[in-house]
């Protein structure tokens, strides 16, 4: 597969190797597949009974080939991918649990698969490929975790002090061995600028190869368009109500997602596997009041802002950096409204909406997971959803949010993998919110 900046479409096609290890295209645009490959006609009549695992060696397959071969690939795979992705009927819809990886967000399915992809593609070279990454606390955690312990690489997460909860800072700074981590006094803007000033630094860069893993990176998106087409083939064939197998009776409709949405590369994920043939119908863009996007569906101008504070913060953005990507991809705006239906959710809205559901159902939602519900329920009152299978992404577990839920619900059961993370001790060096002092610590 051949990769294009969405600033230069004509020139300057790369491998997926040049694509996921350099992140972002020369010209500063984003990469974007020449083409979308479609499911061959007896997988896509499949998805509702082939493993996860299958699934995300078809989807991804035909991205990284001919650099990562079959049976590469299928090793990646298995080693990243040991959690499944549950679909579960809550109330009148699903959610789609995608936080089952070992830091309890839908980051780990990208950030595991891009570290071994990594691994592969860097494999023969003498120099370790050196990782910086800014993080306002889960993407640190997912690649962290995903990177932690794979050879040939080293990491360095950069988080402001004091502004990640506890738990994220175990799980950026708990891990050692090949991951270090670097808390900054200063903001997530600071650390993003550190980040950029030591991609310039032309001594550095002699020094070490450098590489980022933000969610830009097109090879943290394509693994995600899996779980897509995973839960949209069982919603088709029909999914057990329980753990007796009862099945609810699902006519063979195809589904609506419902994407709690920040830097919308979840929904780009989306929009790859329903152009891949995965059984769709279409998608709901759920975002807080950071509404660039919901705004650009309602009134067709689209404007960059400033990112505002919410409860939901993985979702605190207020210029998405995938938005490039899905306006390169497809759409004109009609194209863009006929598929994707743009919501936005308060903070009130949103805690109301974890108390309600708690105590209608006793399912806990996280407050990502909440805006999307809560979504969904302002286009329902307002008449604006077909009816058919709808599913709200899981985005995260609620006990990674349980400053926020717990006064709403009472106790949330705690995972195993972050009653672990919680042992750990962060061990960050930290540093004022300057160049040299970065430097210093790479060195
Ligand atoms: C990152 C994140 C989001 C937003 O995903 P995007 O791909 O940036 O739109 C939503 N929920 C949680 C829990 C996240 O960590």
Redesign the pocket.
């Known amino acids: 597969m051949q990769y294009y900046s969405t600033r230069n479409k004509k020139n300057g096609a790369v491998n997926f190797a040049a694509a996921a290890l350099t992140g972002l295209a020369p010209d500063g645009g984003l990469y974007v597949p020449e083409t979308l490959p479609e499911y061959p006609p007896a997988v896509r009549s499949s998805l509702g009974t082939m493993s996860f695992q299958d699934i995300a060696f078809e989807t991804i397959k035909p991205f990284v080939s001919p650099e990562i071969p079959d049976a590469a690939l299928a090793d990646m795979i298995h080693e990243a991918y040991s959690f499944e992705a549950p679909l579960r009927h809550v109330g009148d819809r699903m959610a789609l649990e995608l936080f089952h990886g070992p830091t309890a967000?839908?980051?780990d399915f990208g950030a595991r698969f891009m570290a071994r992809a990594f691994a592969y593609l860097r494999r023969g070279e003498d120099k370790p490929l050196h990782i910086l990454v800014a993080t306002s606390g889960?993407?640190g955690g997912a690649v962290a975790d995903g990177f932690h312990g794979v050879q040939g690489i080293t990491v360095t997460v950069l988080y402001p002090k004091g502004r990640v909860t506890p738990l994220q800072e175990r799980q950026i700074a708990g891990l050692g061995g090949n991951i270090s981590a670097v808390a900054v006094e200063g903001s997530f803007d600071d650390c993003q600028r550190l980040v950029k000033e030591a991609f310039k630094n032309e001594g550095l860069k002699k020094r070490k190869d450098l590489s980022s893993a933000n969610?830009i990176n097109v090879s943290r998106l394509i693994p995600q368009a899996a779980y897509y087409a995973a839960a949209a083939g069982k919603a088709f064939t029909g999914v057990p109500e329980n753990a007796e197998g009862v099945f609810r009776a699902i006519a063979k409709q195809p589904i609506i997602f419902c994407?709690?949405?920040?830097?919308?590369?979840?929904?780009t994920a989306g929009l790859y596997a329903l152009e891949m043939g995965a059984p769709i119908r279409g998608f709901i863009a759920a975002t807080n009041r950071n509404r660039s996007v919901p705004d650009y569906l309602e009134t067709g101008y689209y404007e960059a802002r400033f990112s505002q504070a919410t409860i939901?913060n993985?979702?605190d953005?207020g210029a998405?950096s995938?938005f490039e990507r899905l306006i390169a991809h497809w759409f004109s705006l009609n194209q863009f409204r006929r598929i994707v239906r743009g919501v936005w959710v308060s903070d009130d809205d949103t805690r109301k909406t974890i108390a309600e559901v708690h105590k209608t159902t006793g399912y806990f939602l996280?407050p990502?997971t909440a805006v999307g519900w809560r979504g969904v329920d302002q286009l329902l009152a307002n008449r604006r959803l077909p009816t058919g299978p709808l599913a709200v992404l899981a985005?995260?577990h609620p006990a990674k949010f349980a400053e926020t839920v717990e006064p709403l619900t009472g106790p949330v059961p705690v995972p195993q993998s972050l009653a672990e993370a919680m042992k750990r001790k962060p061990n960050a060096a930290i540093i004022p919110a300057e160049i040299s002092a970065l430097l210093e610590v790479l060195s």
């Open positions: 967000a839908f980051k889960d993407t969610s994407v709690p949405s920040g830097n919308f590369g979840n929904l939901s993985a979702m953005v998405p995938n996280d990502h985005t995260a």
